[in-house]
């Protein structure tokens, strides 16, 4: 599985960021893709999860700004960021879980929001 991260960038604090990550297989085979981000000097941690079910979930800090959607004919799920703060500024990953008879991670390469104040 292969994962394509694309949709970085920089933008002004209040502004918004579409995220994209390209899976080459079906994202209905996998069991659930998820957005991480990791801040310079700082560890990964799971932004939004988007499940085969289409069960979404986000970490407290951007419930109510970020989306998390996929287009399932195209393979794509999305990250949709909003009312941005420079706090958002990170790397961003796409990952994709996948179980069959043991779990595998996939993970796509980094892409940069930069959120200026």
């Known amino acids: 599985v292969q994962l394509q991260a694309s949709g970085g960038g920089l933008v002004q604090a209040g502004g918004s960021l579409r995220l994209s990550c390209a899976a080459s297989?079906?994202?209905?085979?996998?069991?659930?893709m998820s957005w991480y981000r990791q801040a310079l000097g700082k560890s990964r941690e799971l932004v939004a999860t988007?499940?085969?079910?289409?069960?979404?979930g986000y970490v407290d800090s951007v419930k109510g700004r970020f989306t998390i959607s996929r287009a399932v004919a195209r393979n794509t799920v999305y990250l949709q960021m909003n009312s941005l703060k420079p706090e958002d500024t990170a790397v961003y990953y796409c990952?994709?879980?996948?179980?069959?008879?043991?779990?595998?991670?996939?993970w796509g390469q980094g892409t940069q929001v930069t959120v200026s104040s």
């Open positions: 988007i499940s085969t079910s289409g069960d979404t």
């Open positions: 990952n994709a879980e996948q179980y069959s008879g043991s779990w595998t991670a996939y």
């Open positions: 297989v079906s994202i209905i085979s996998l069991n659930s």
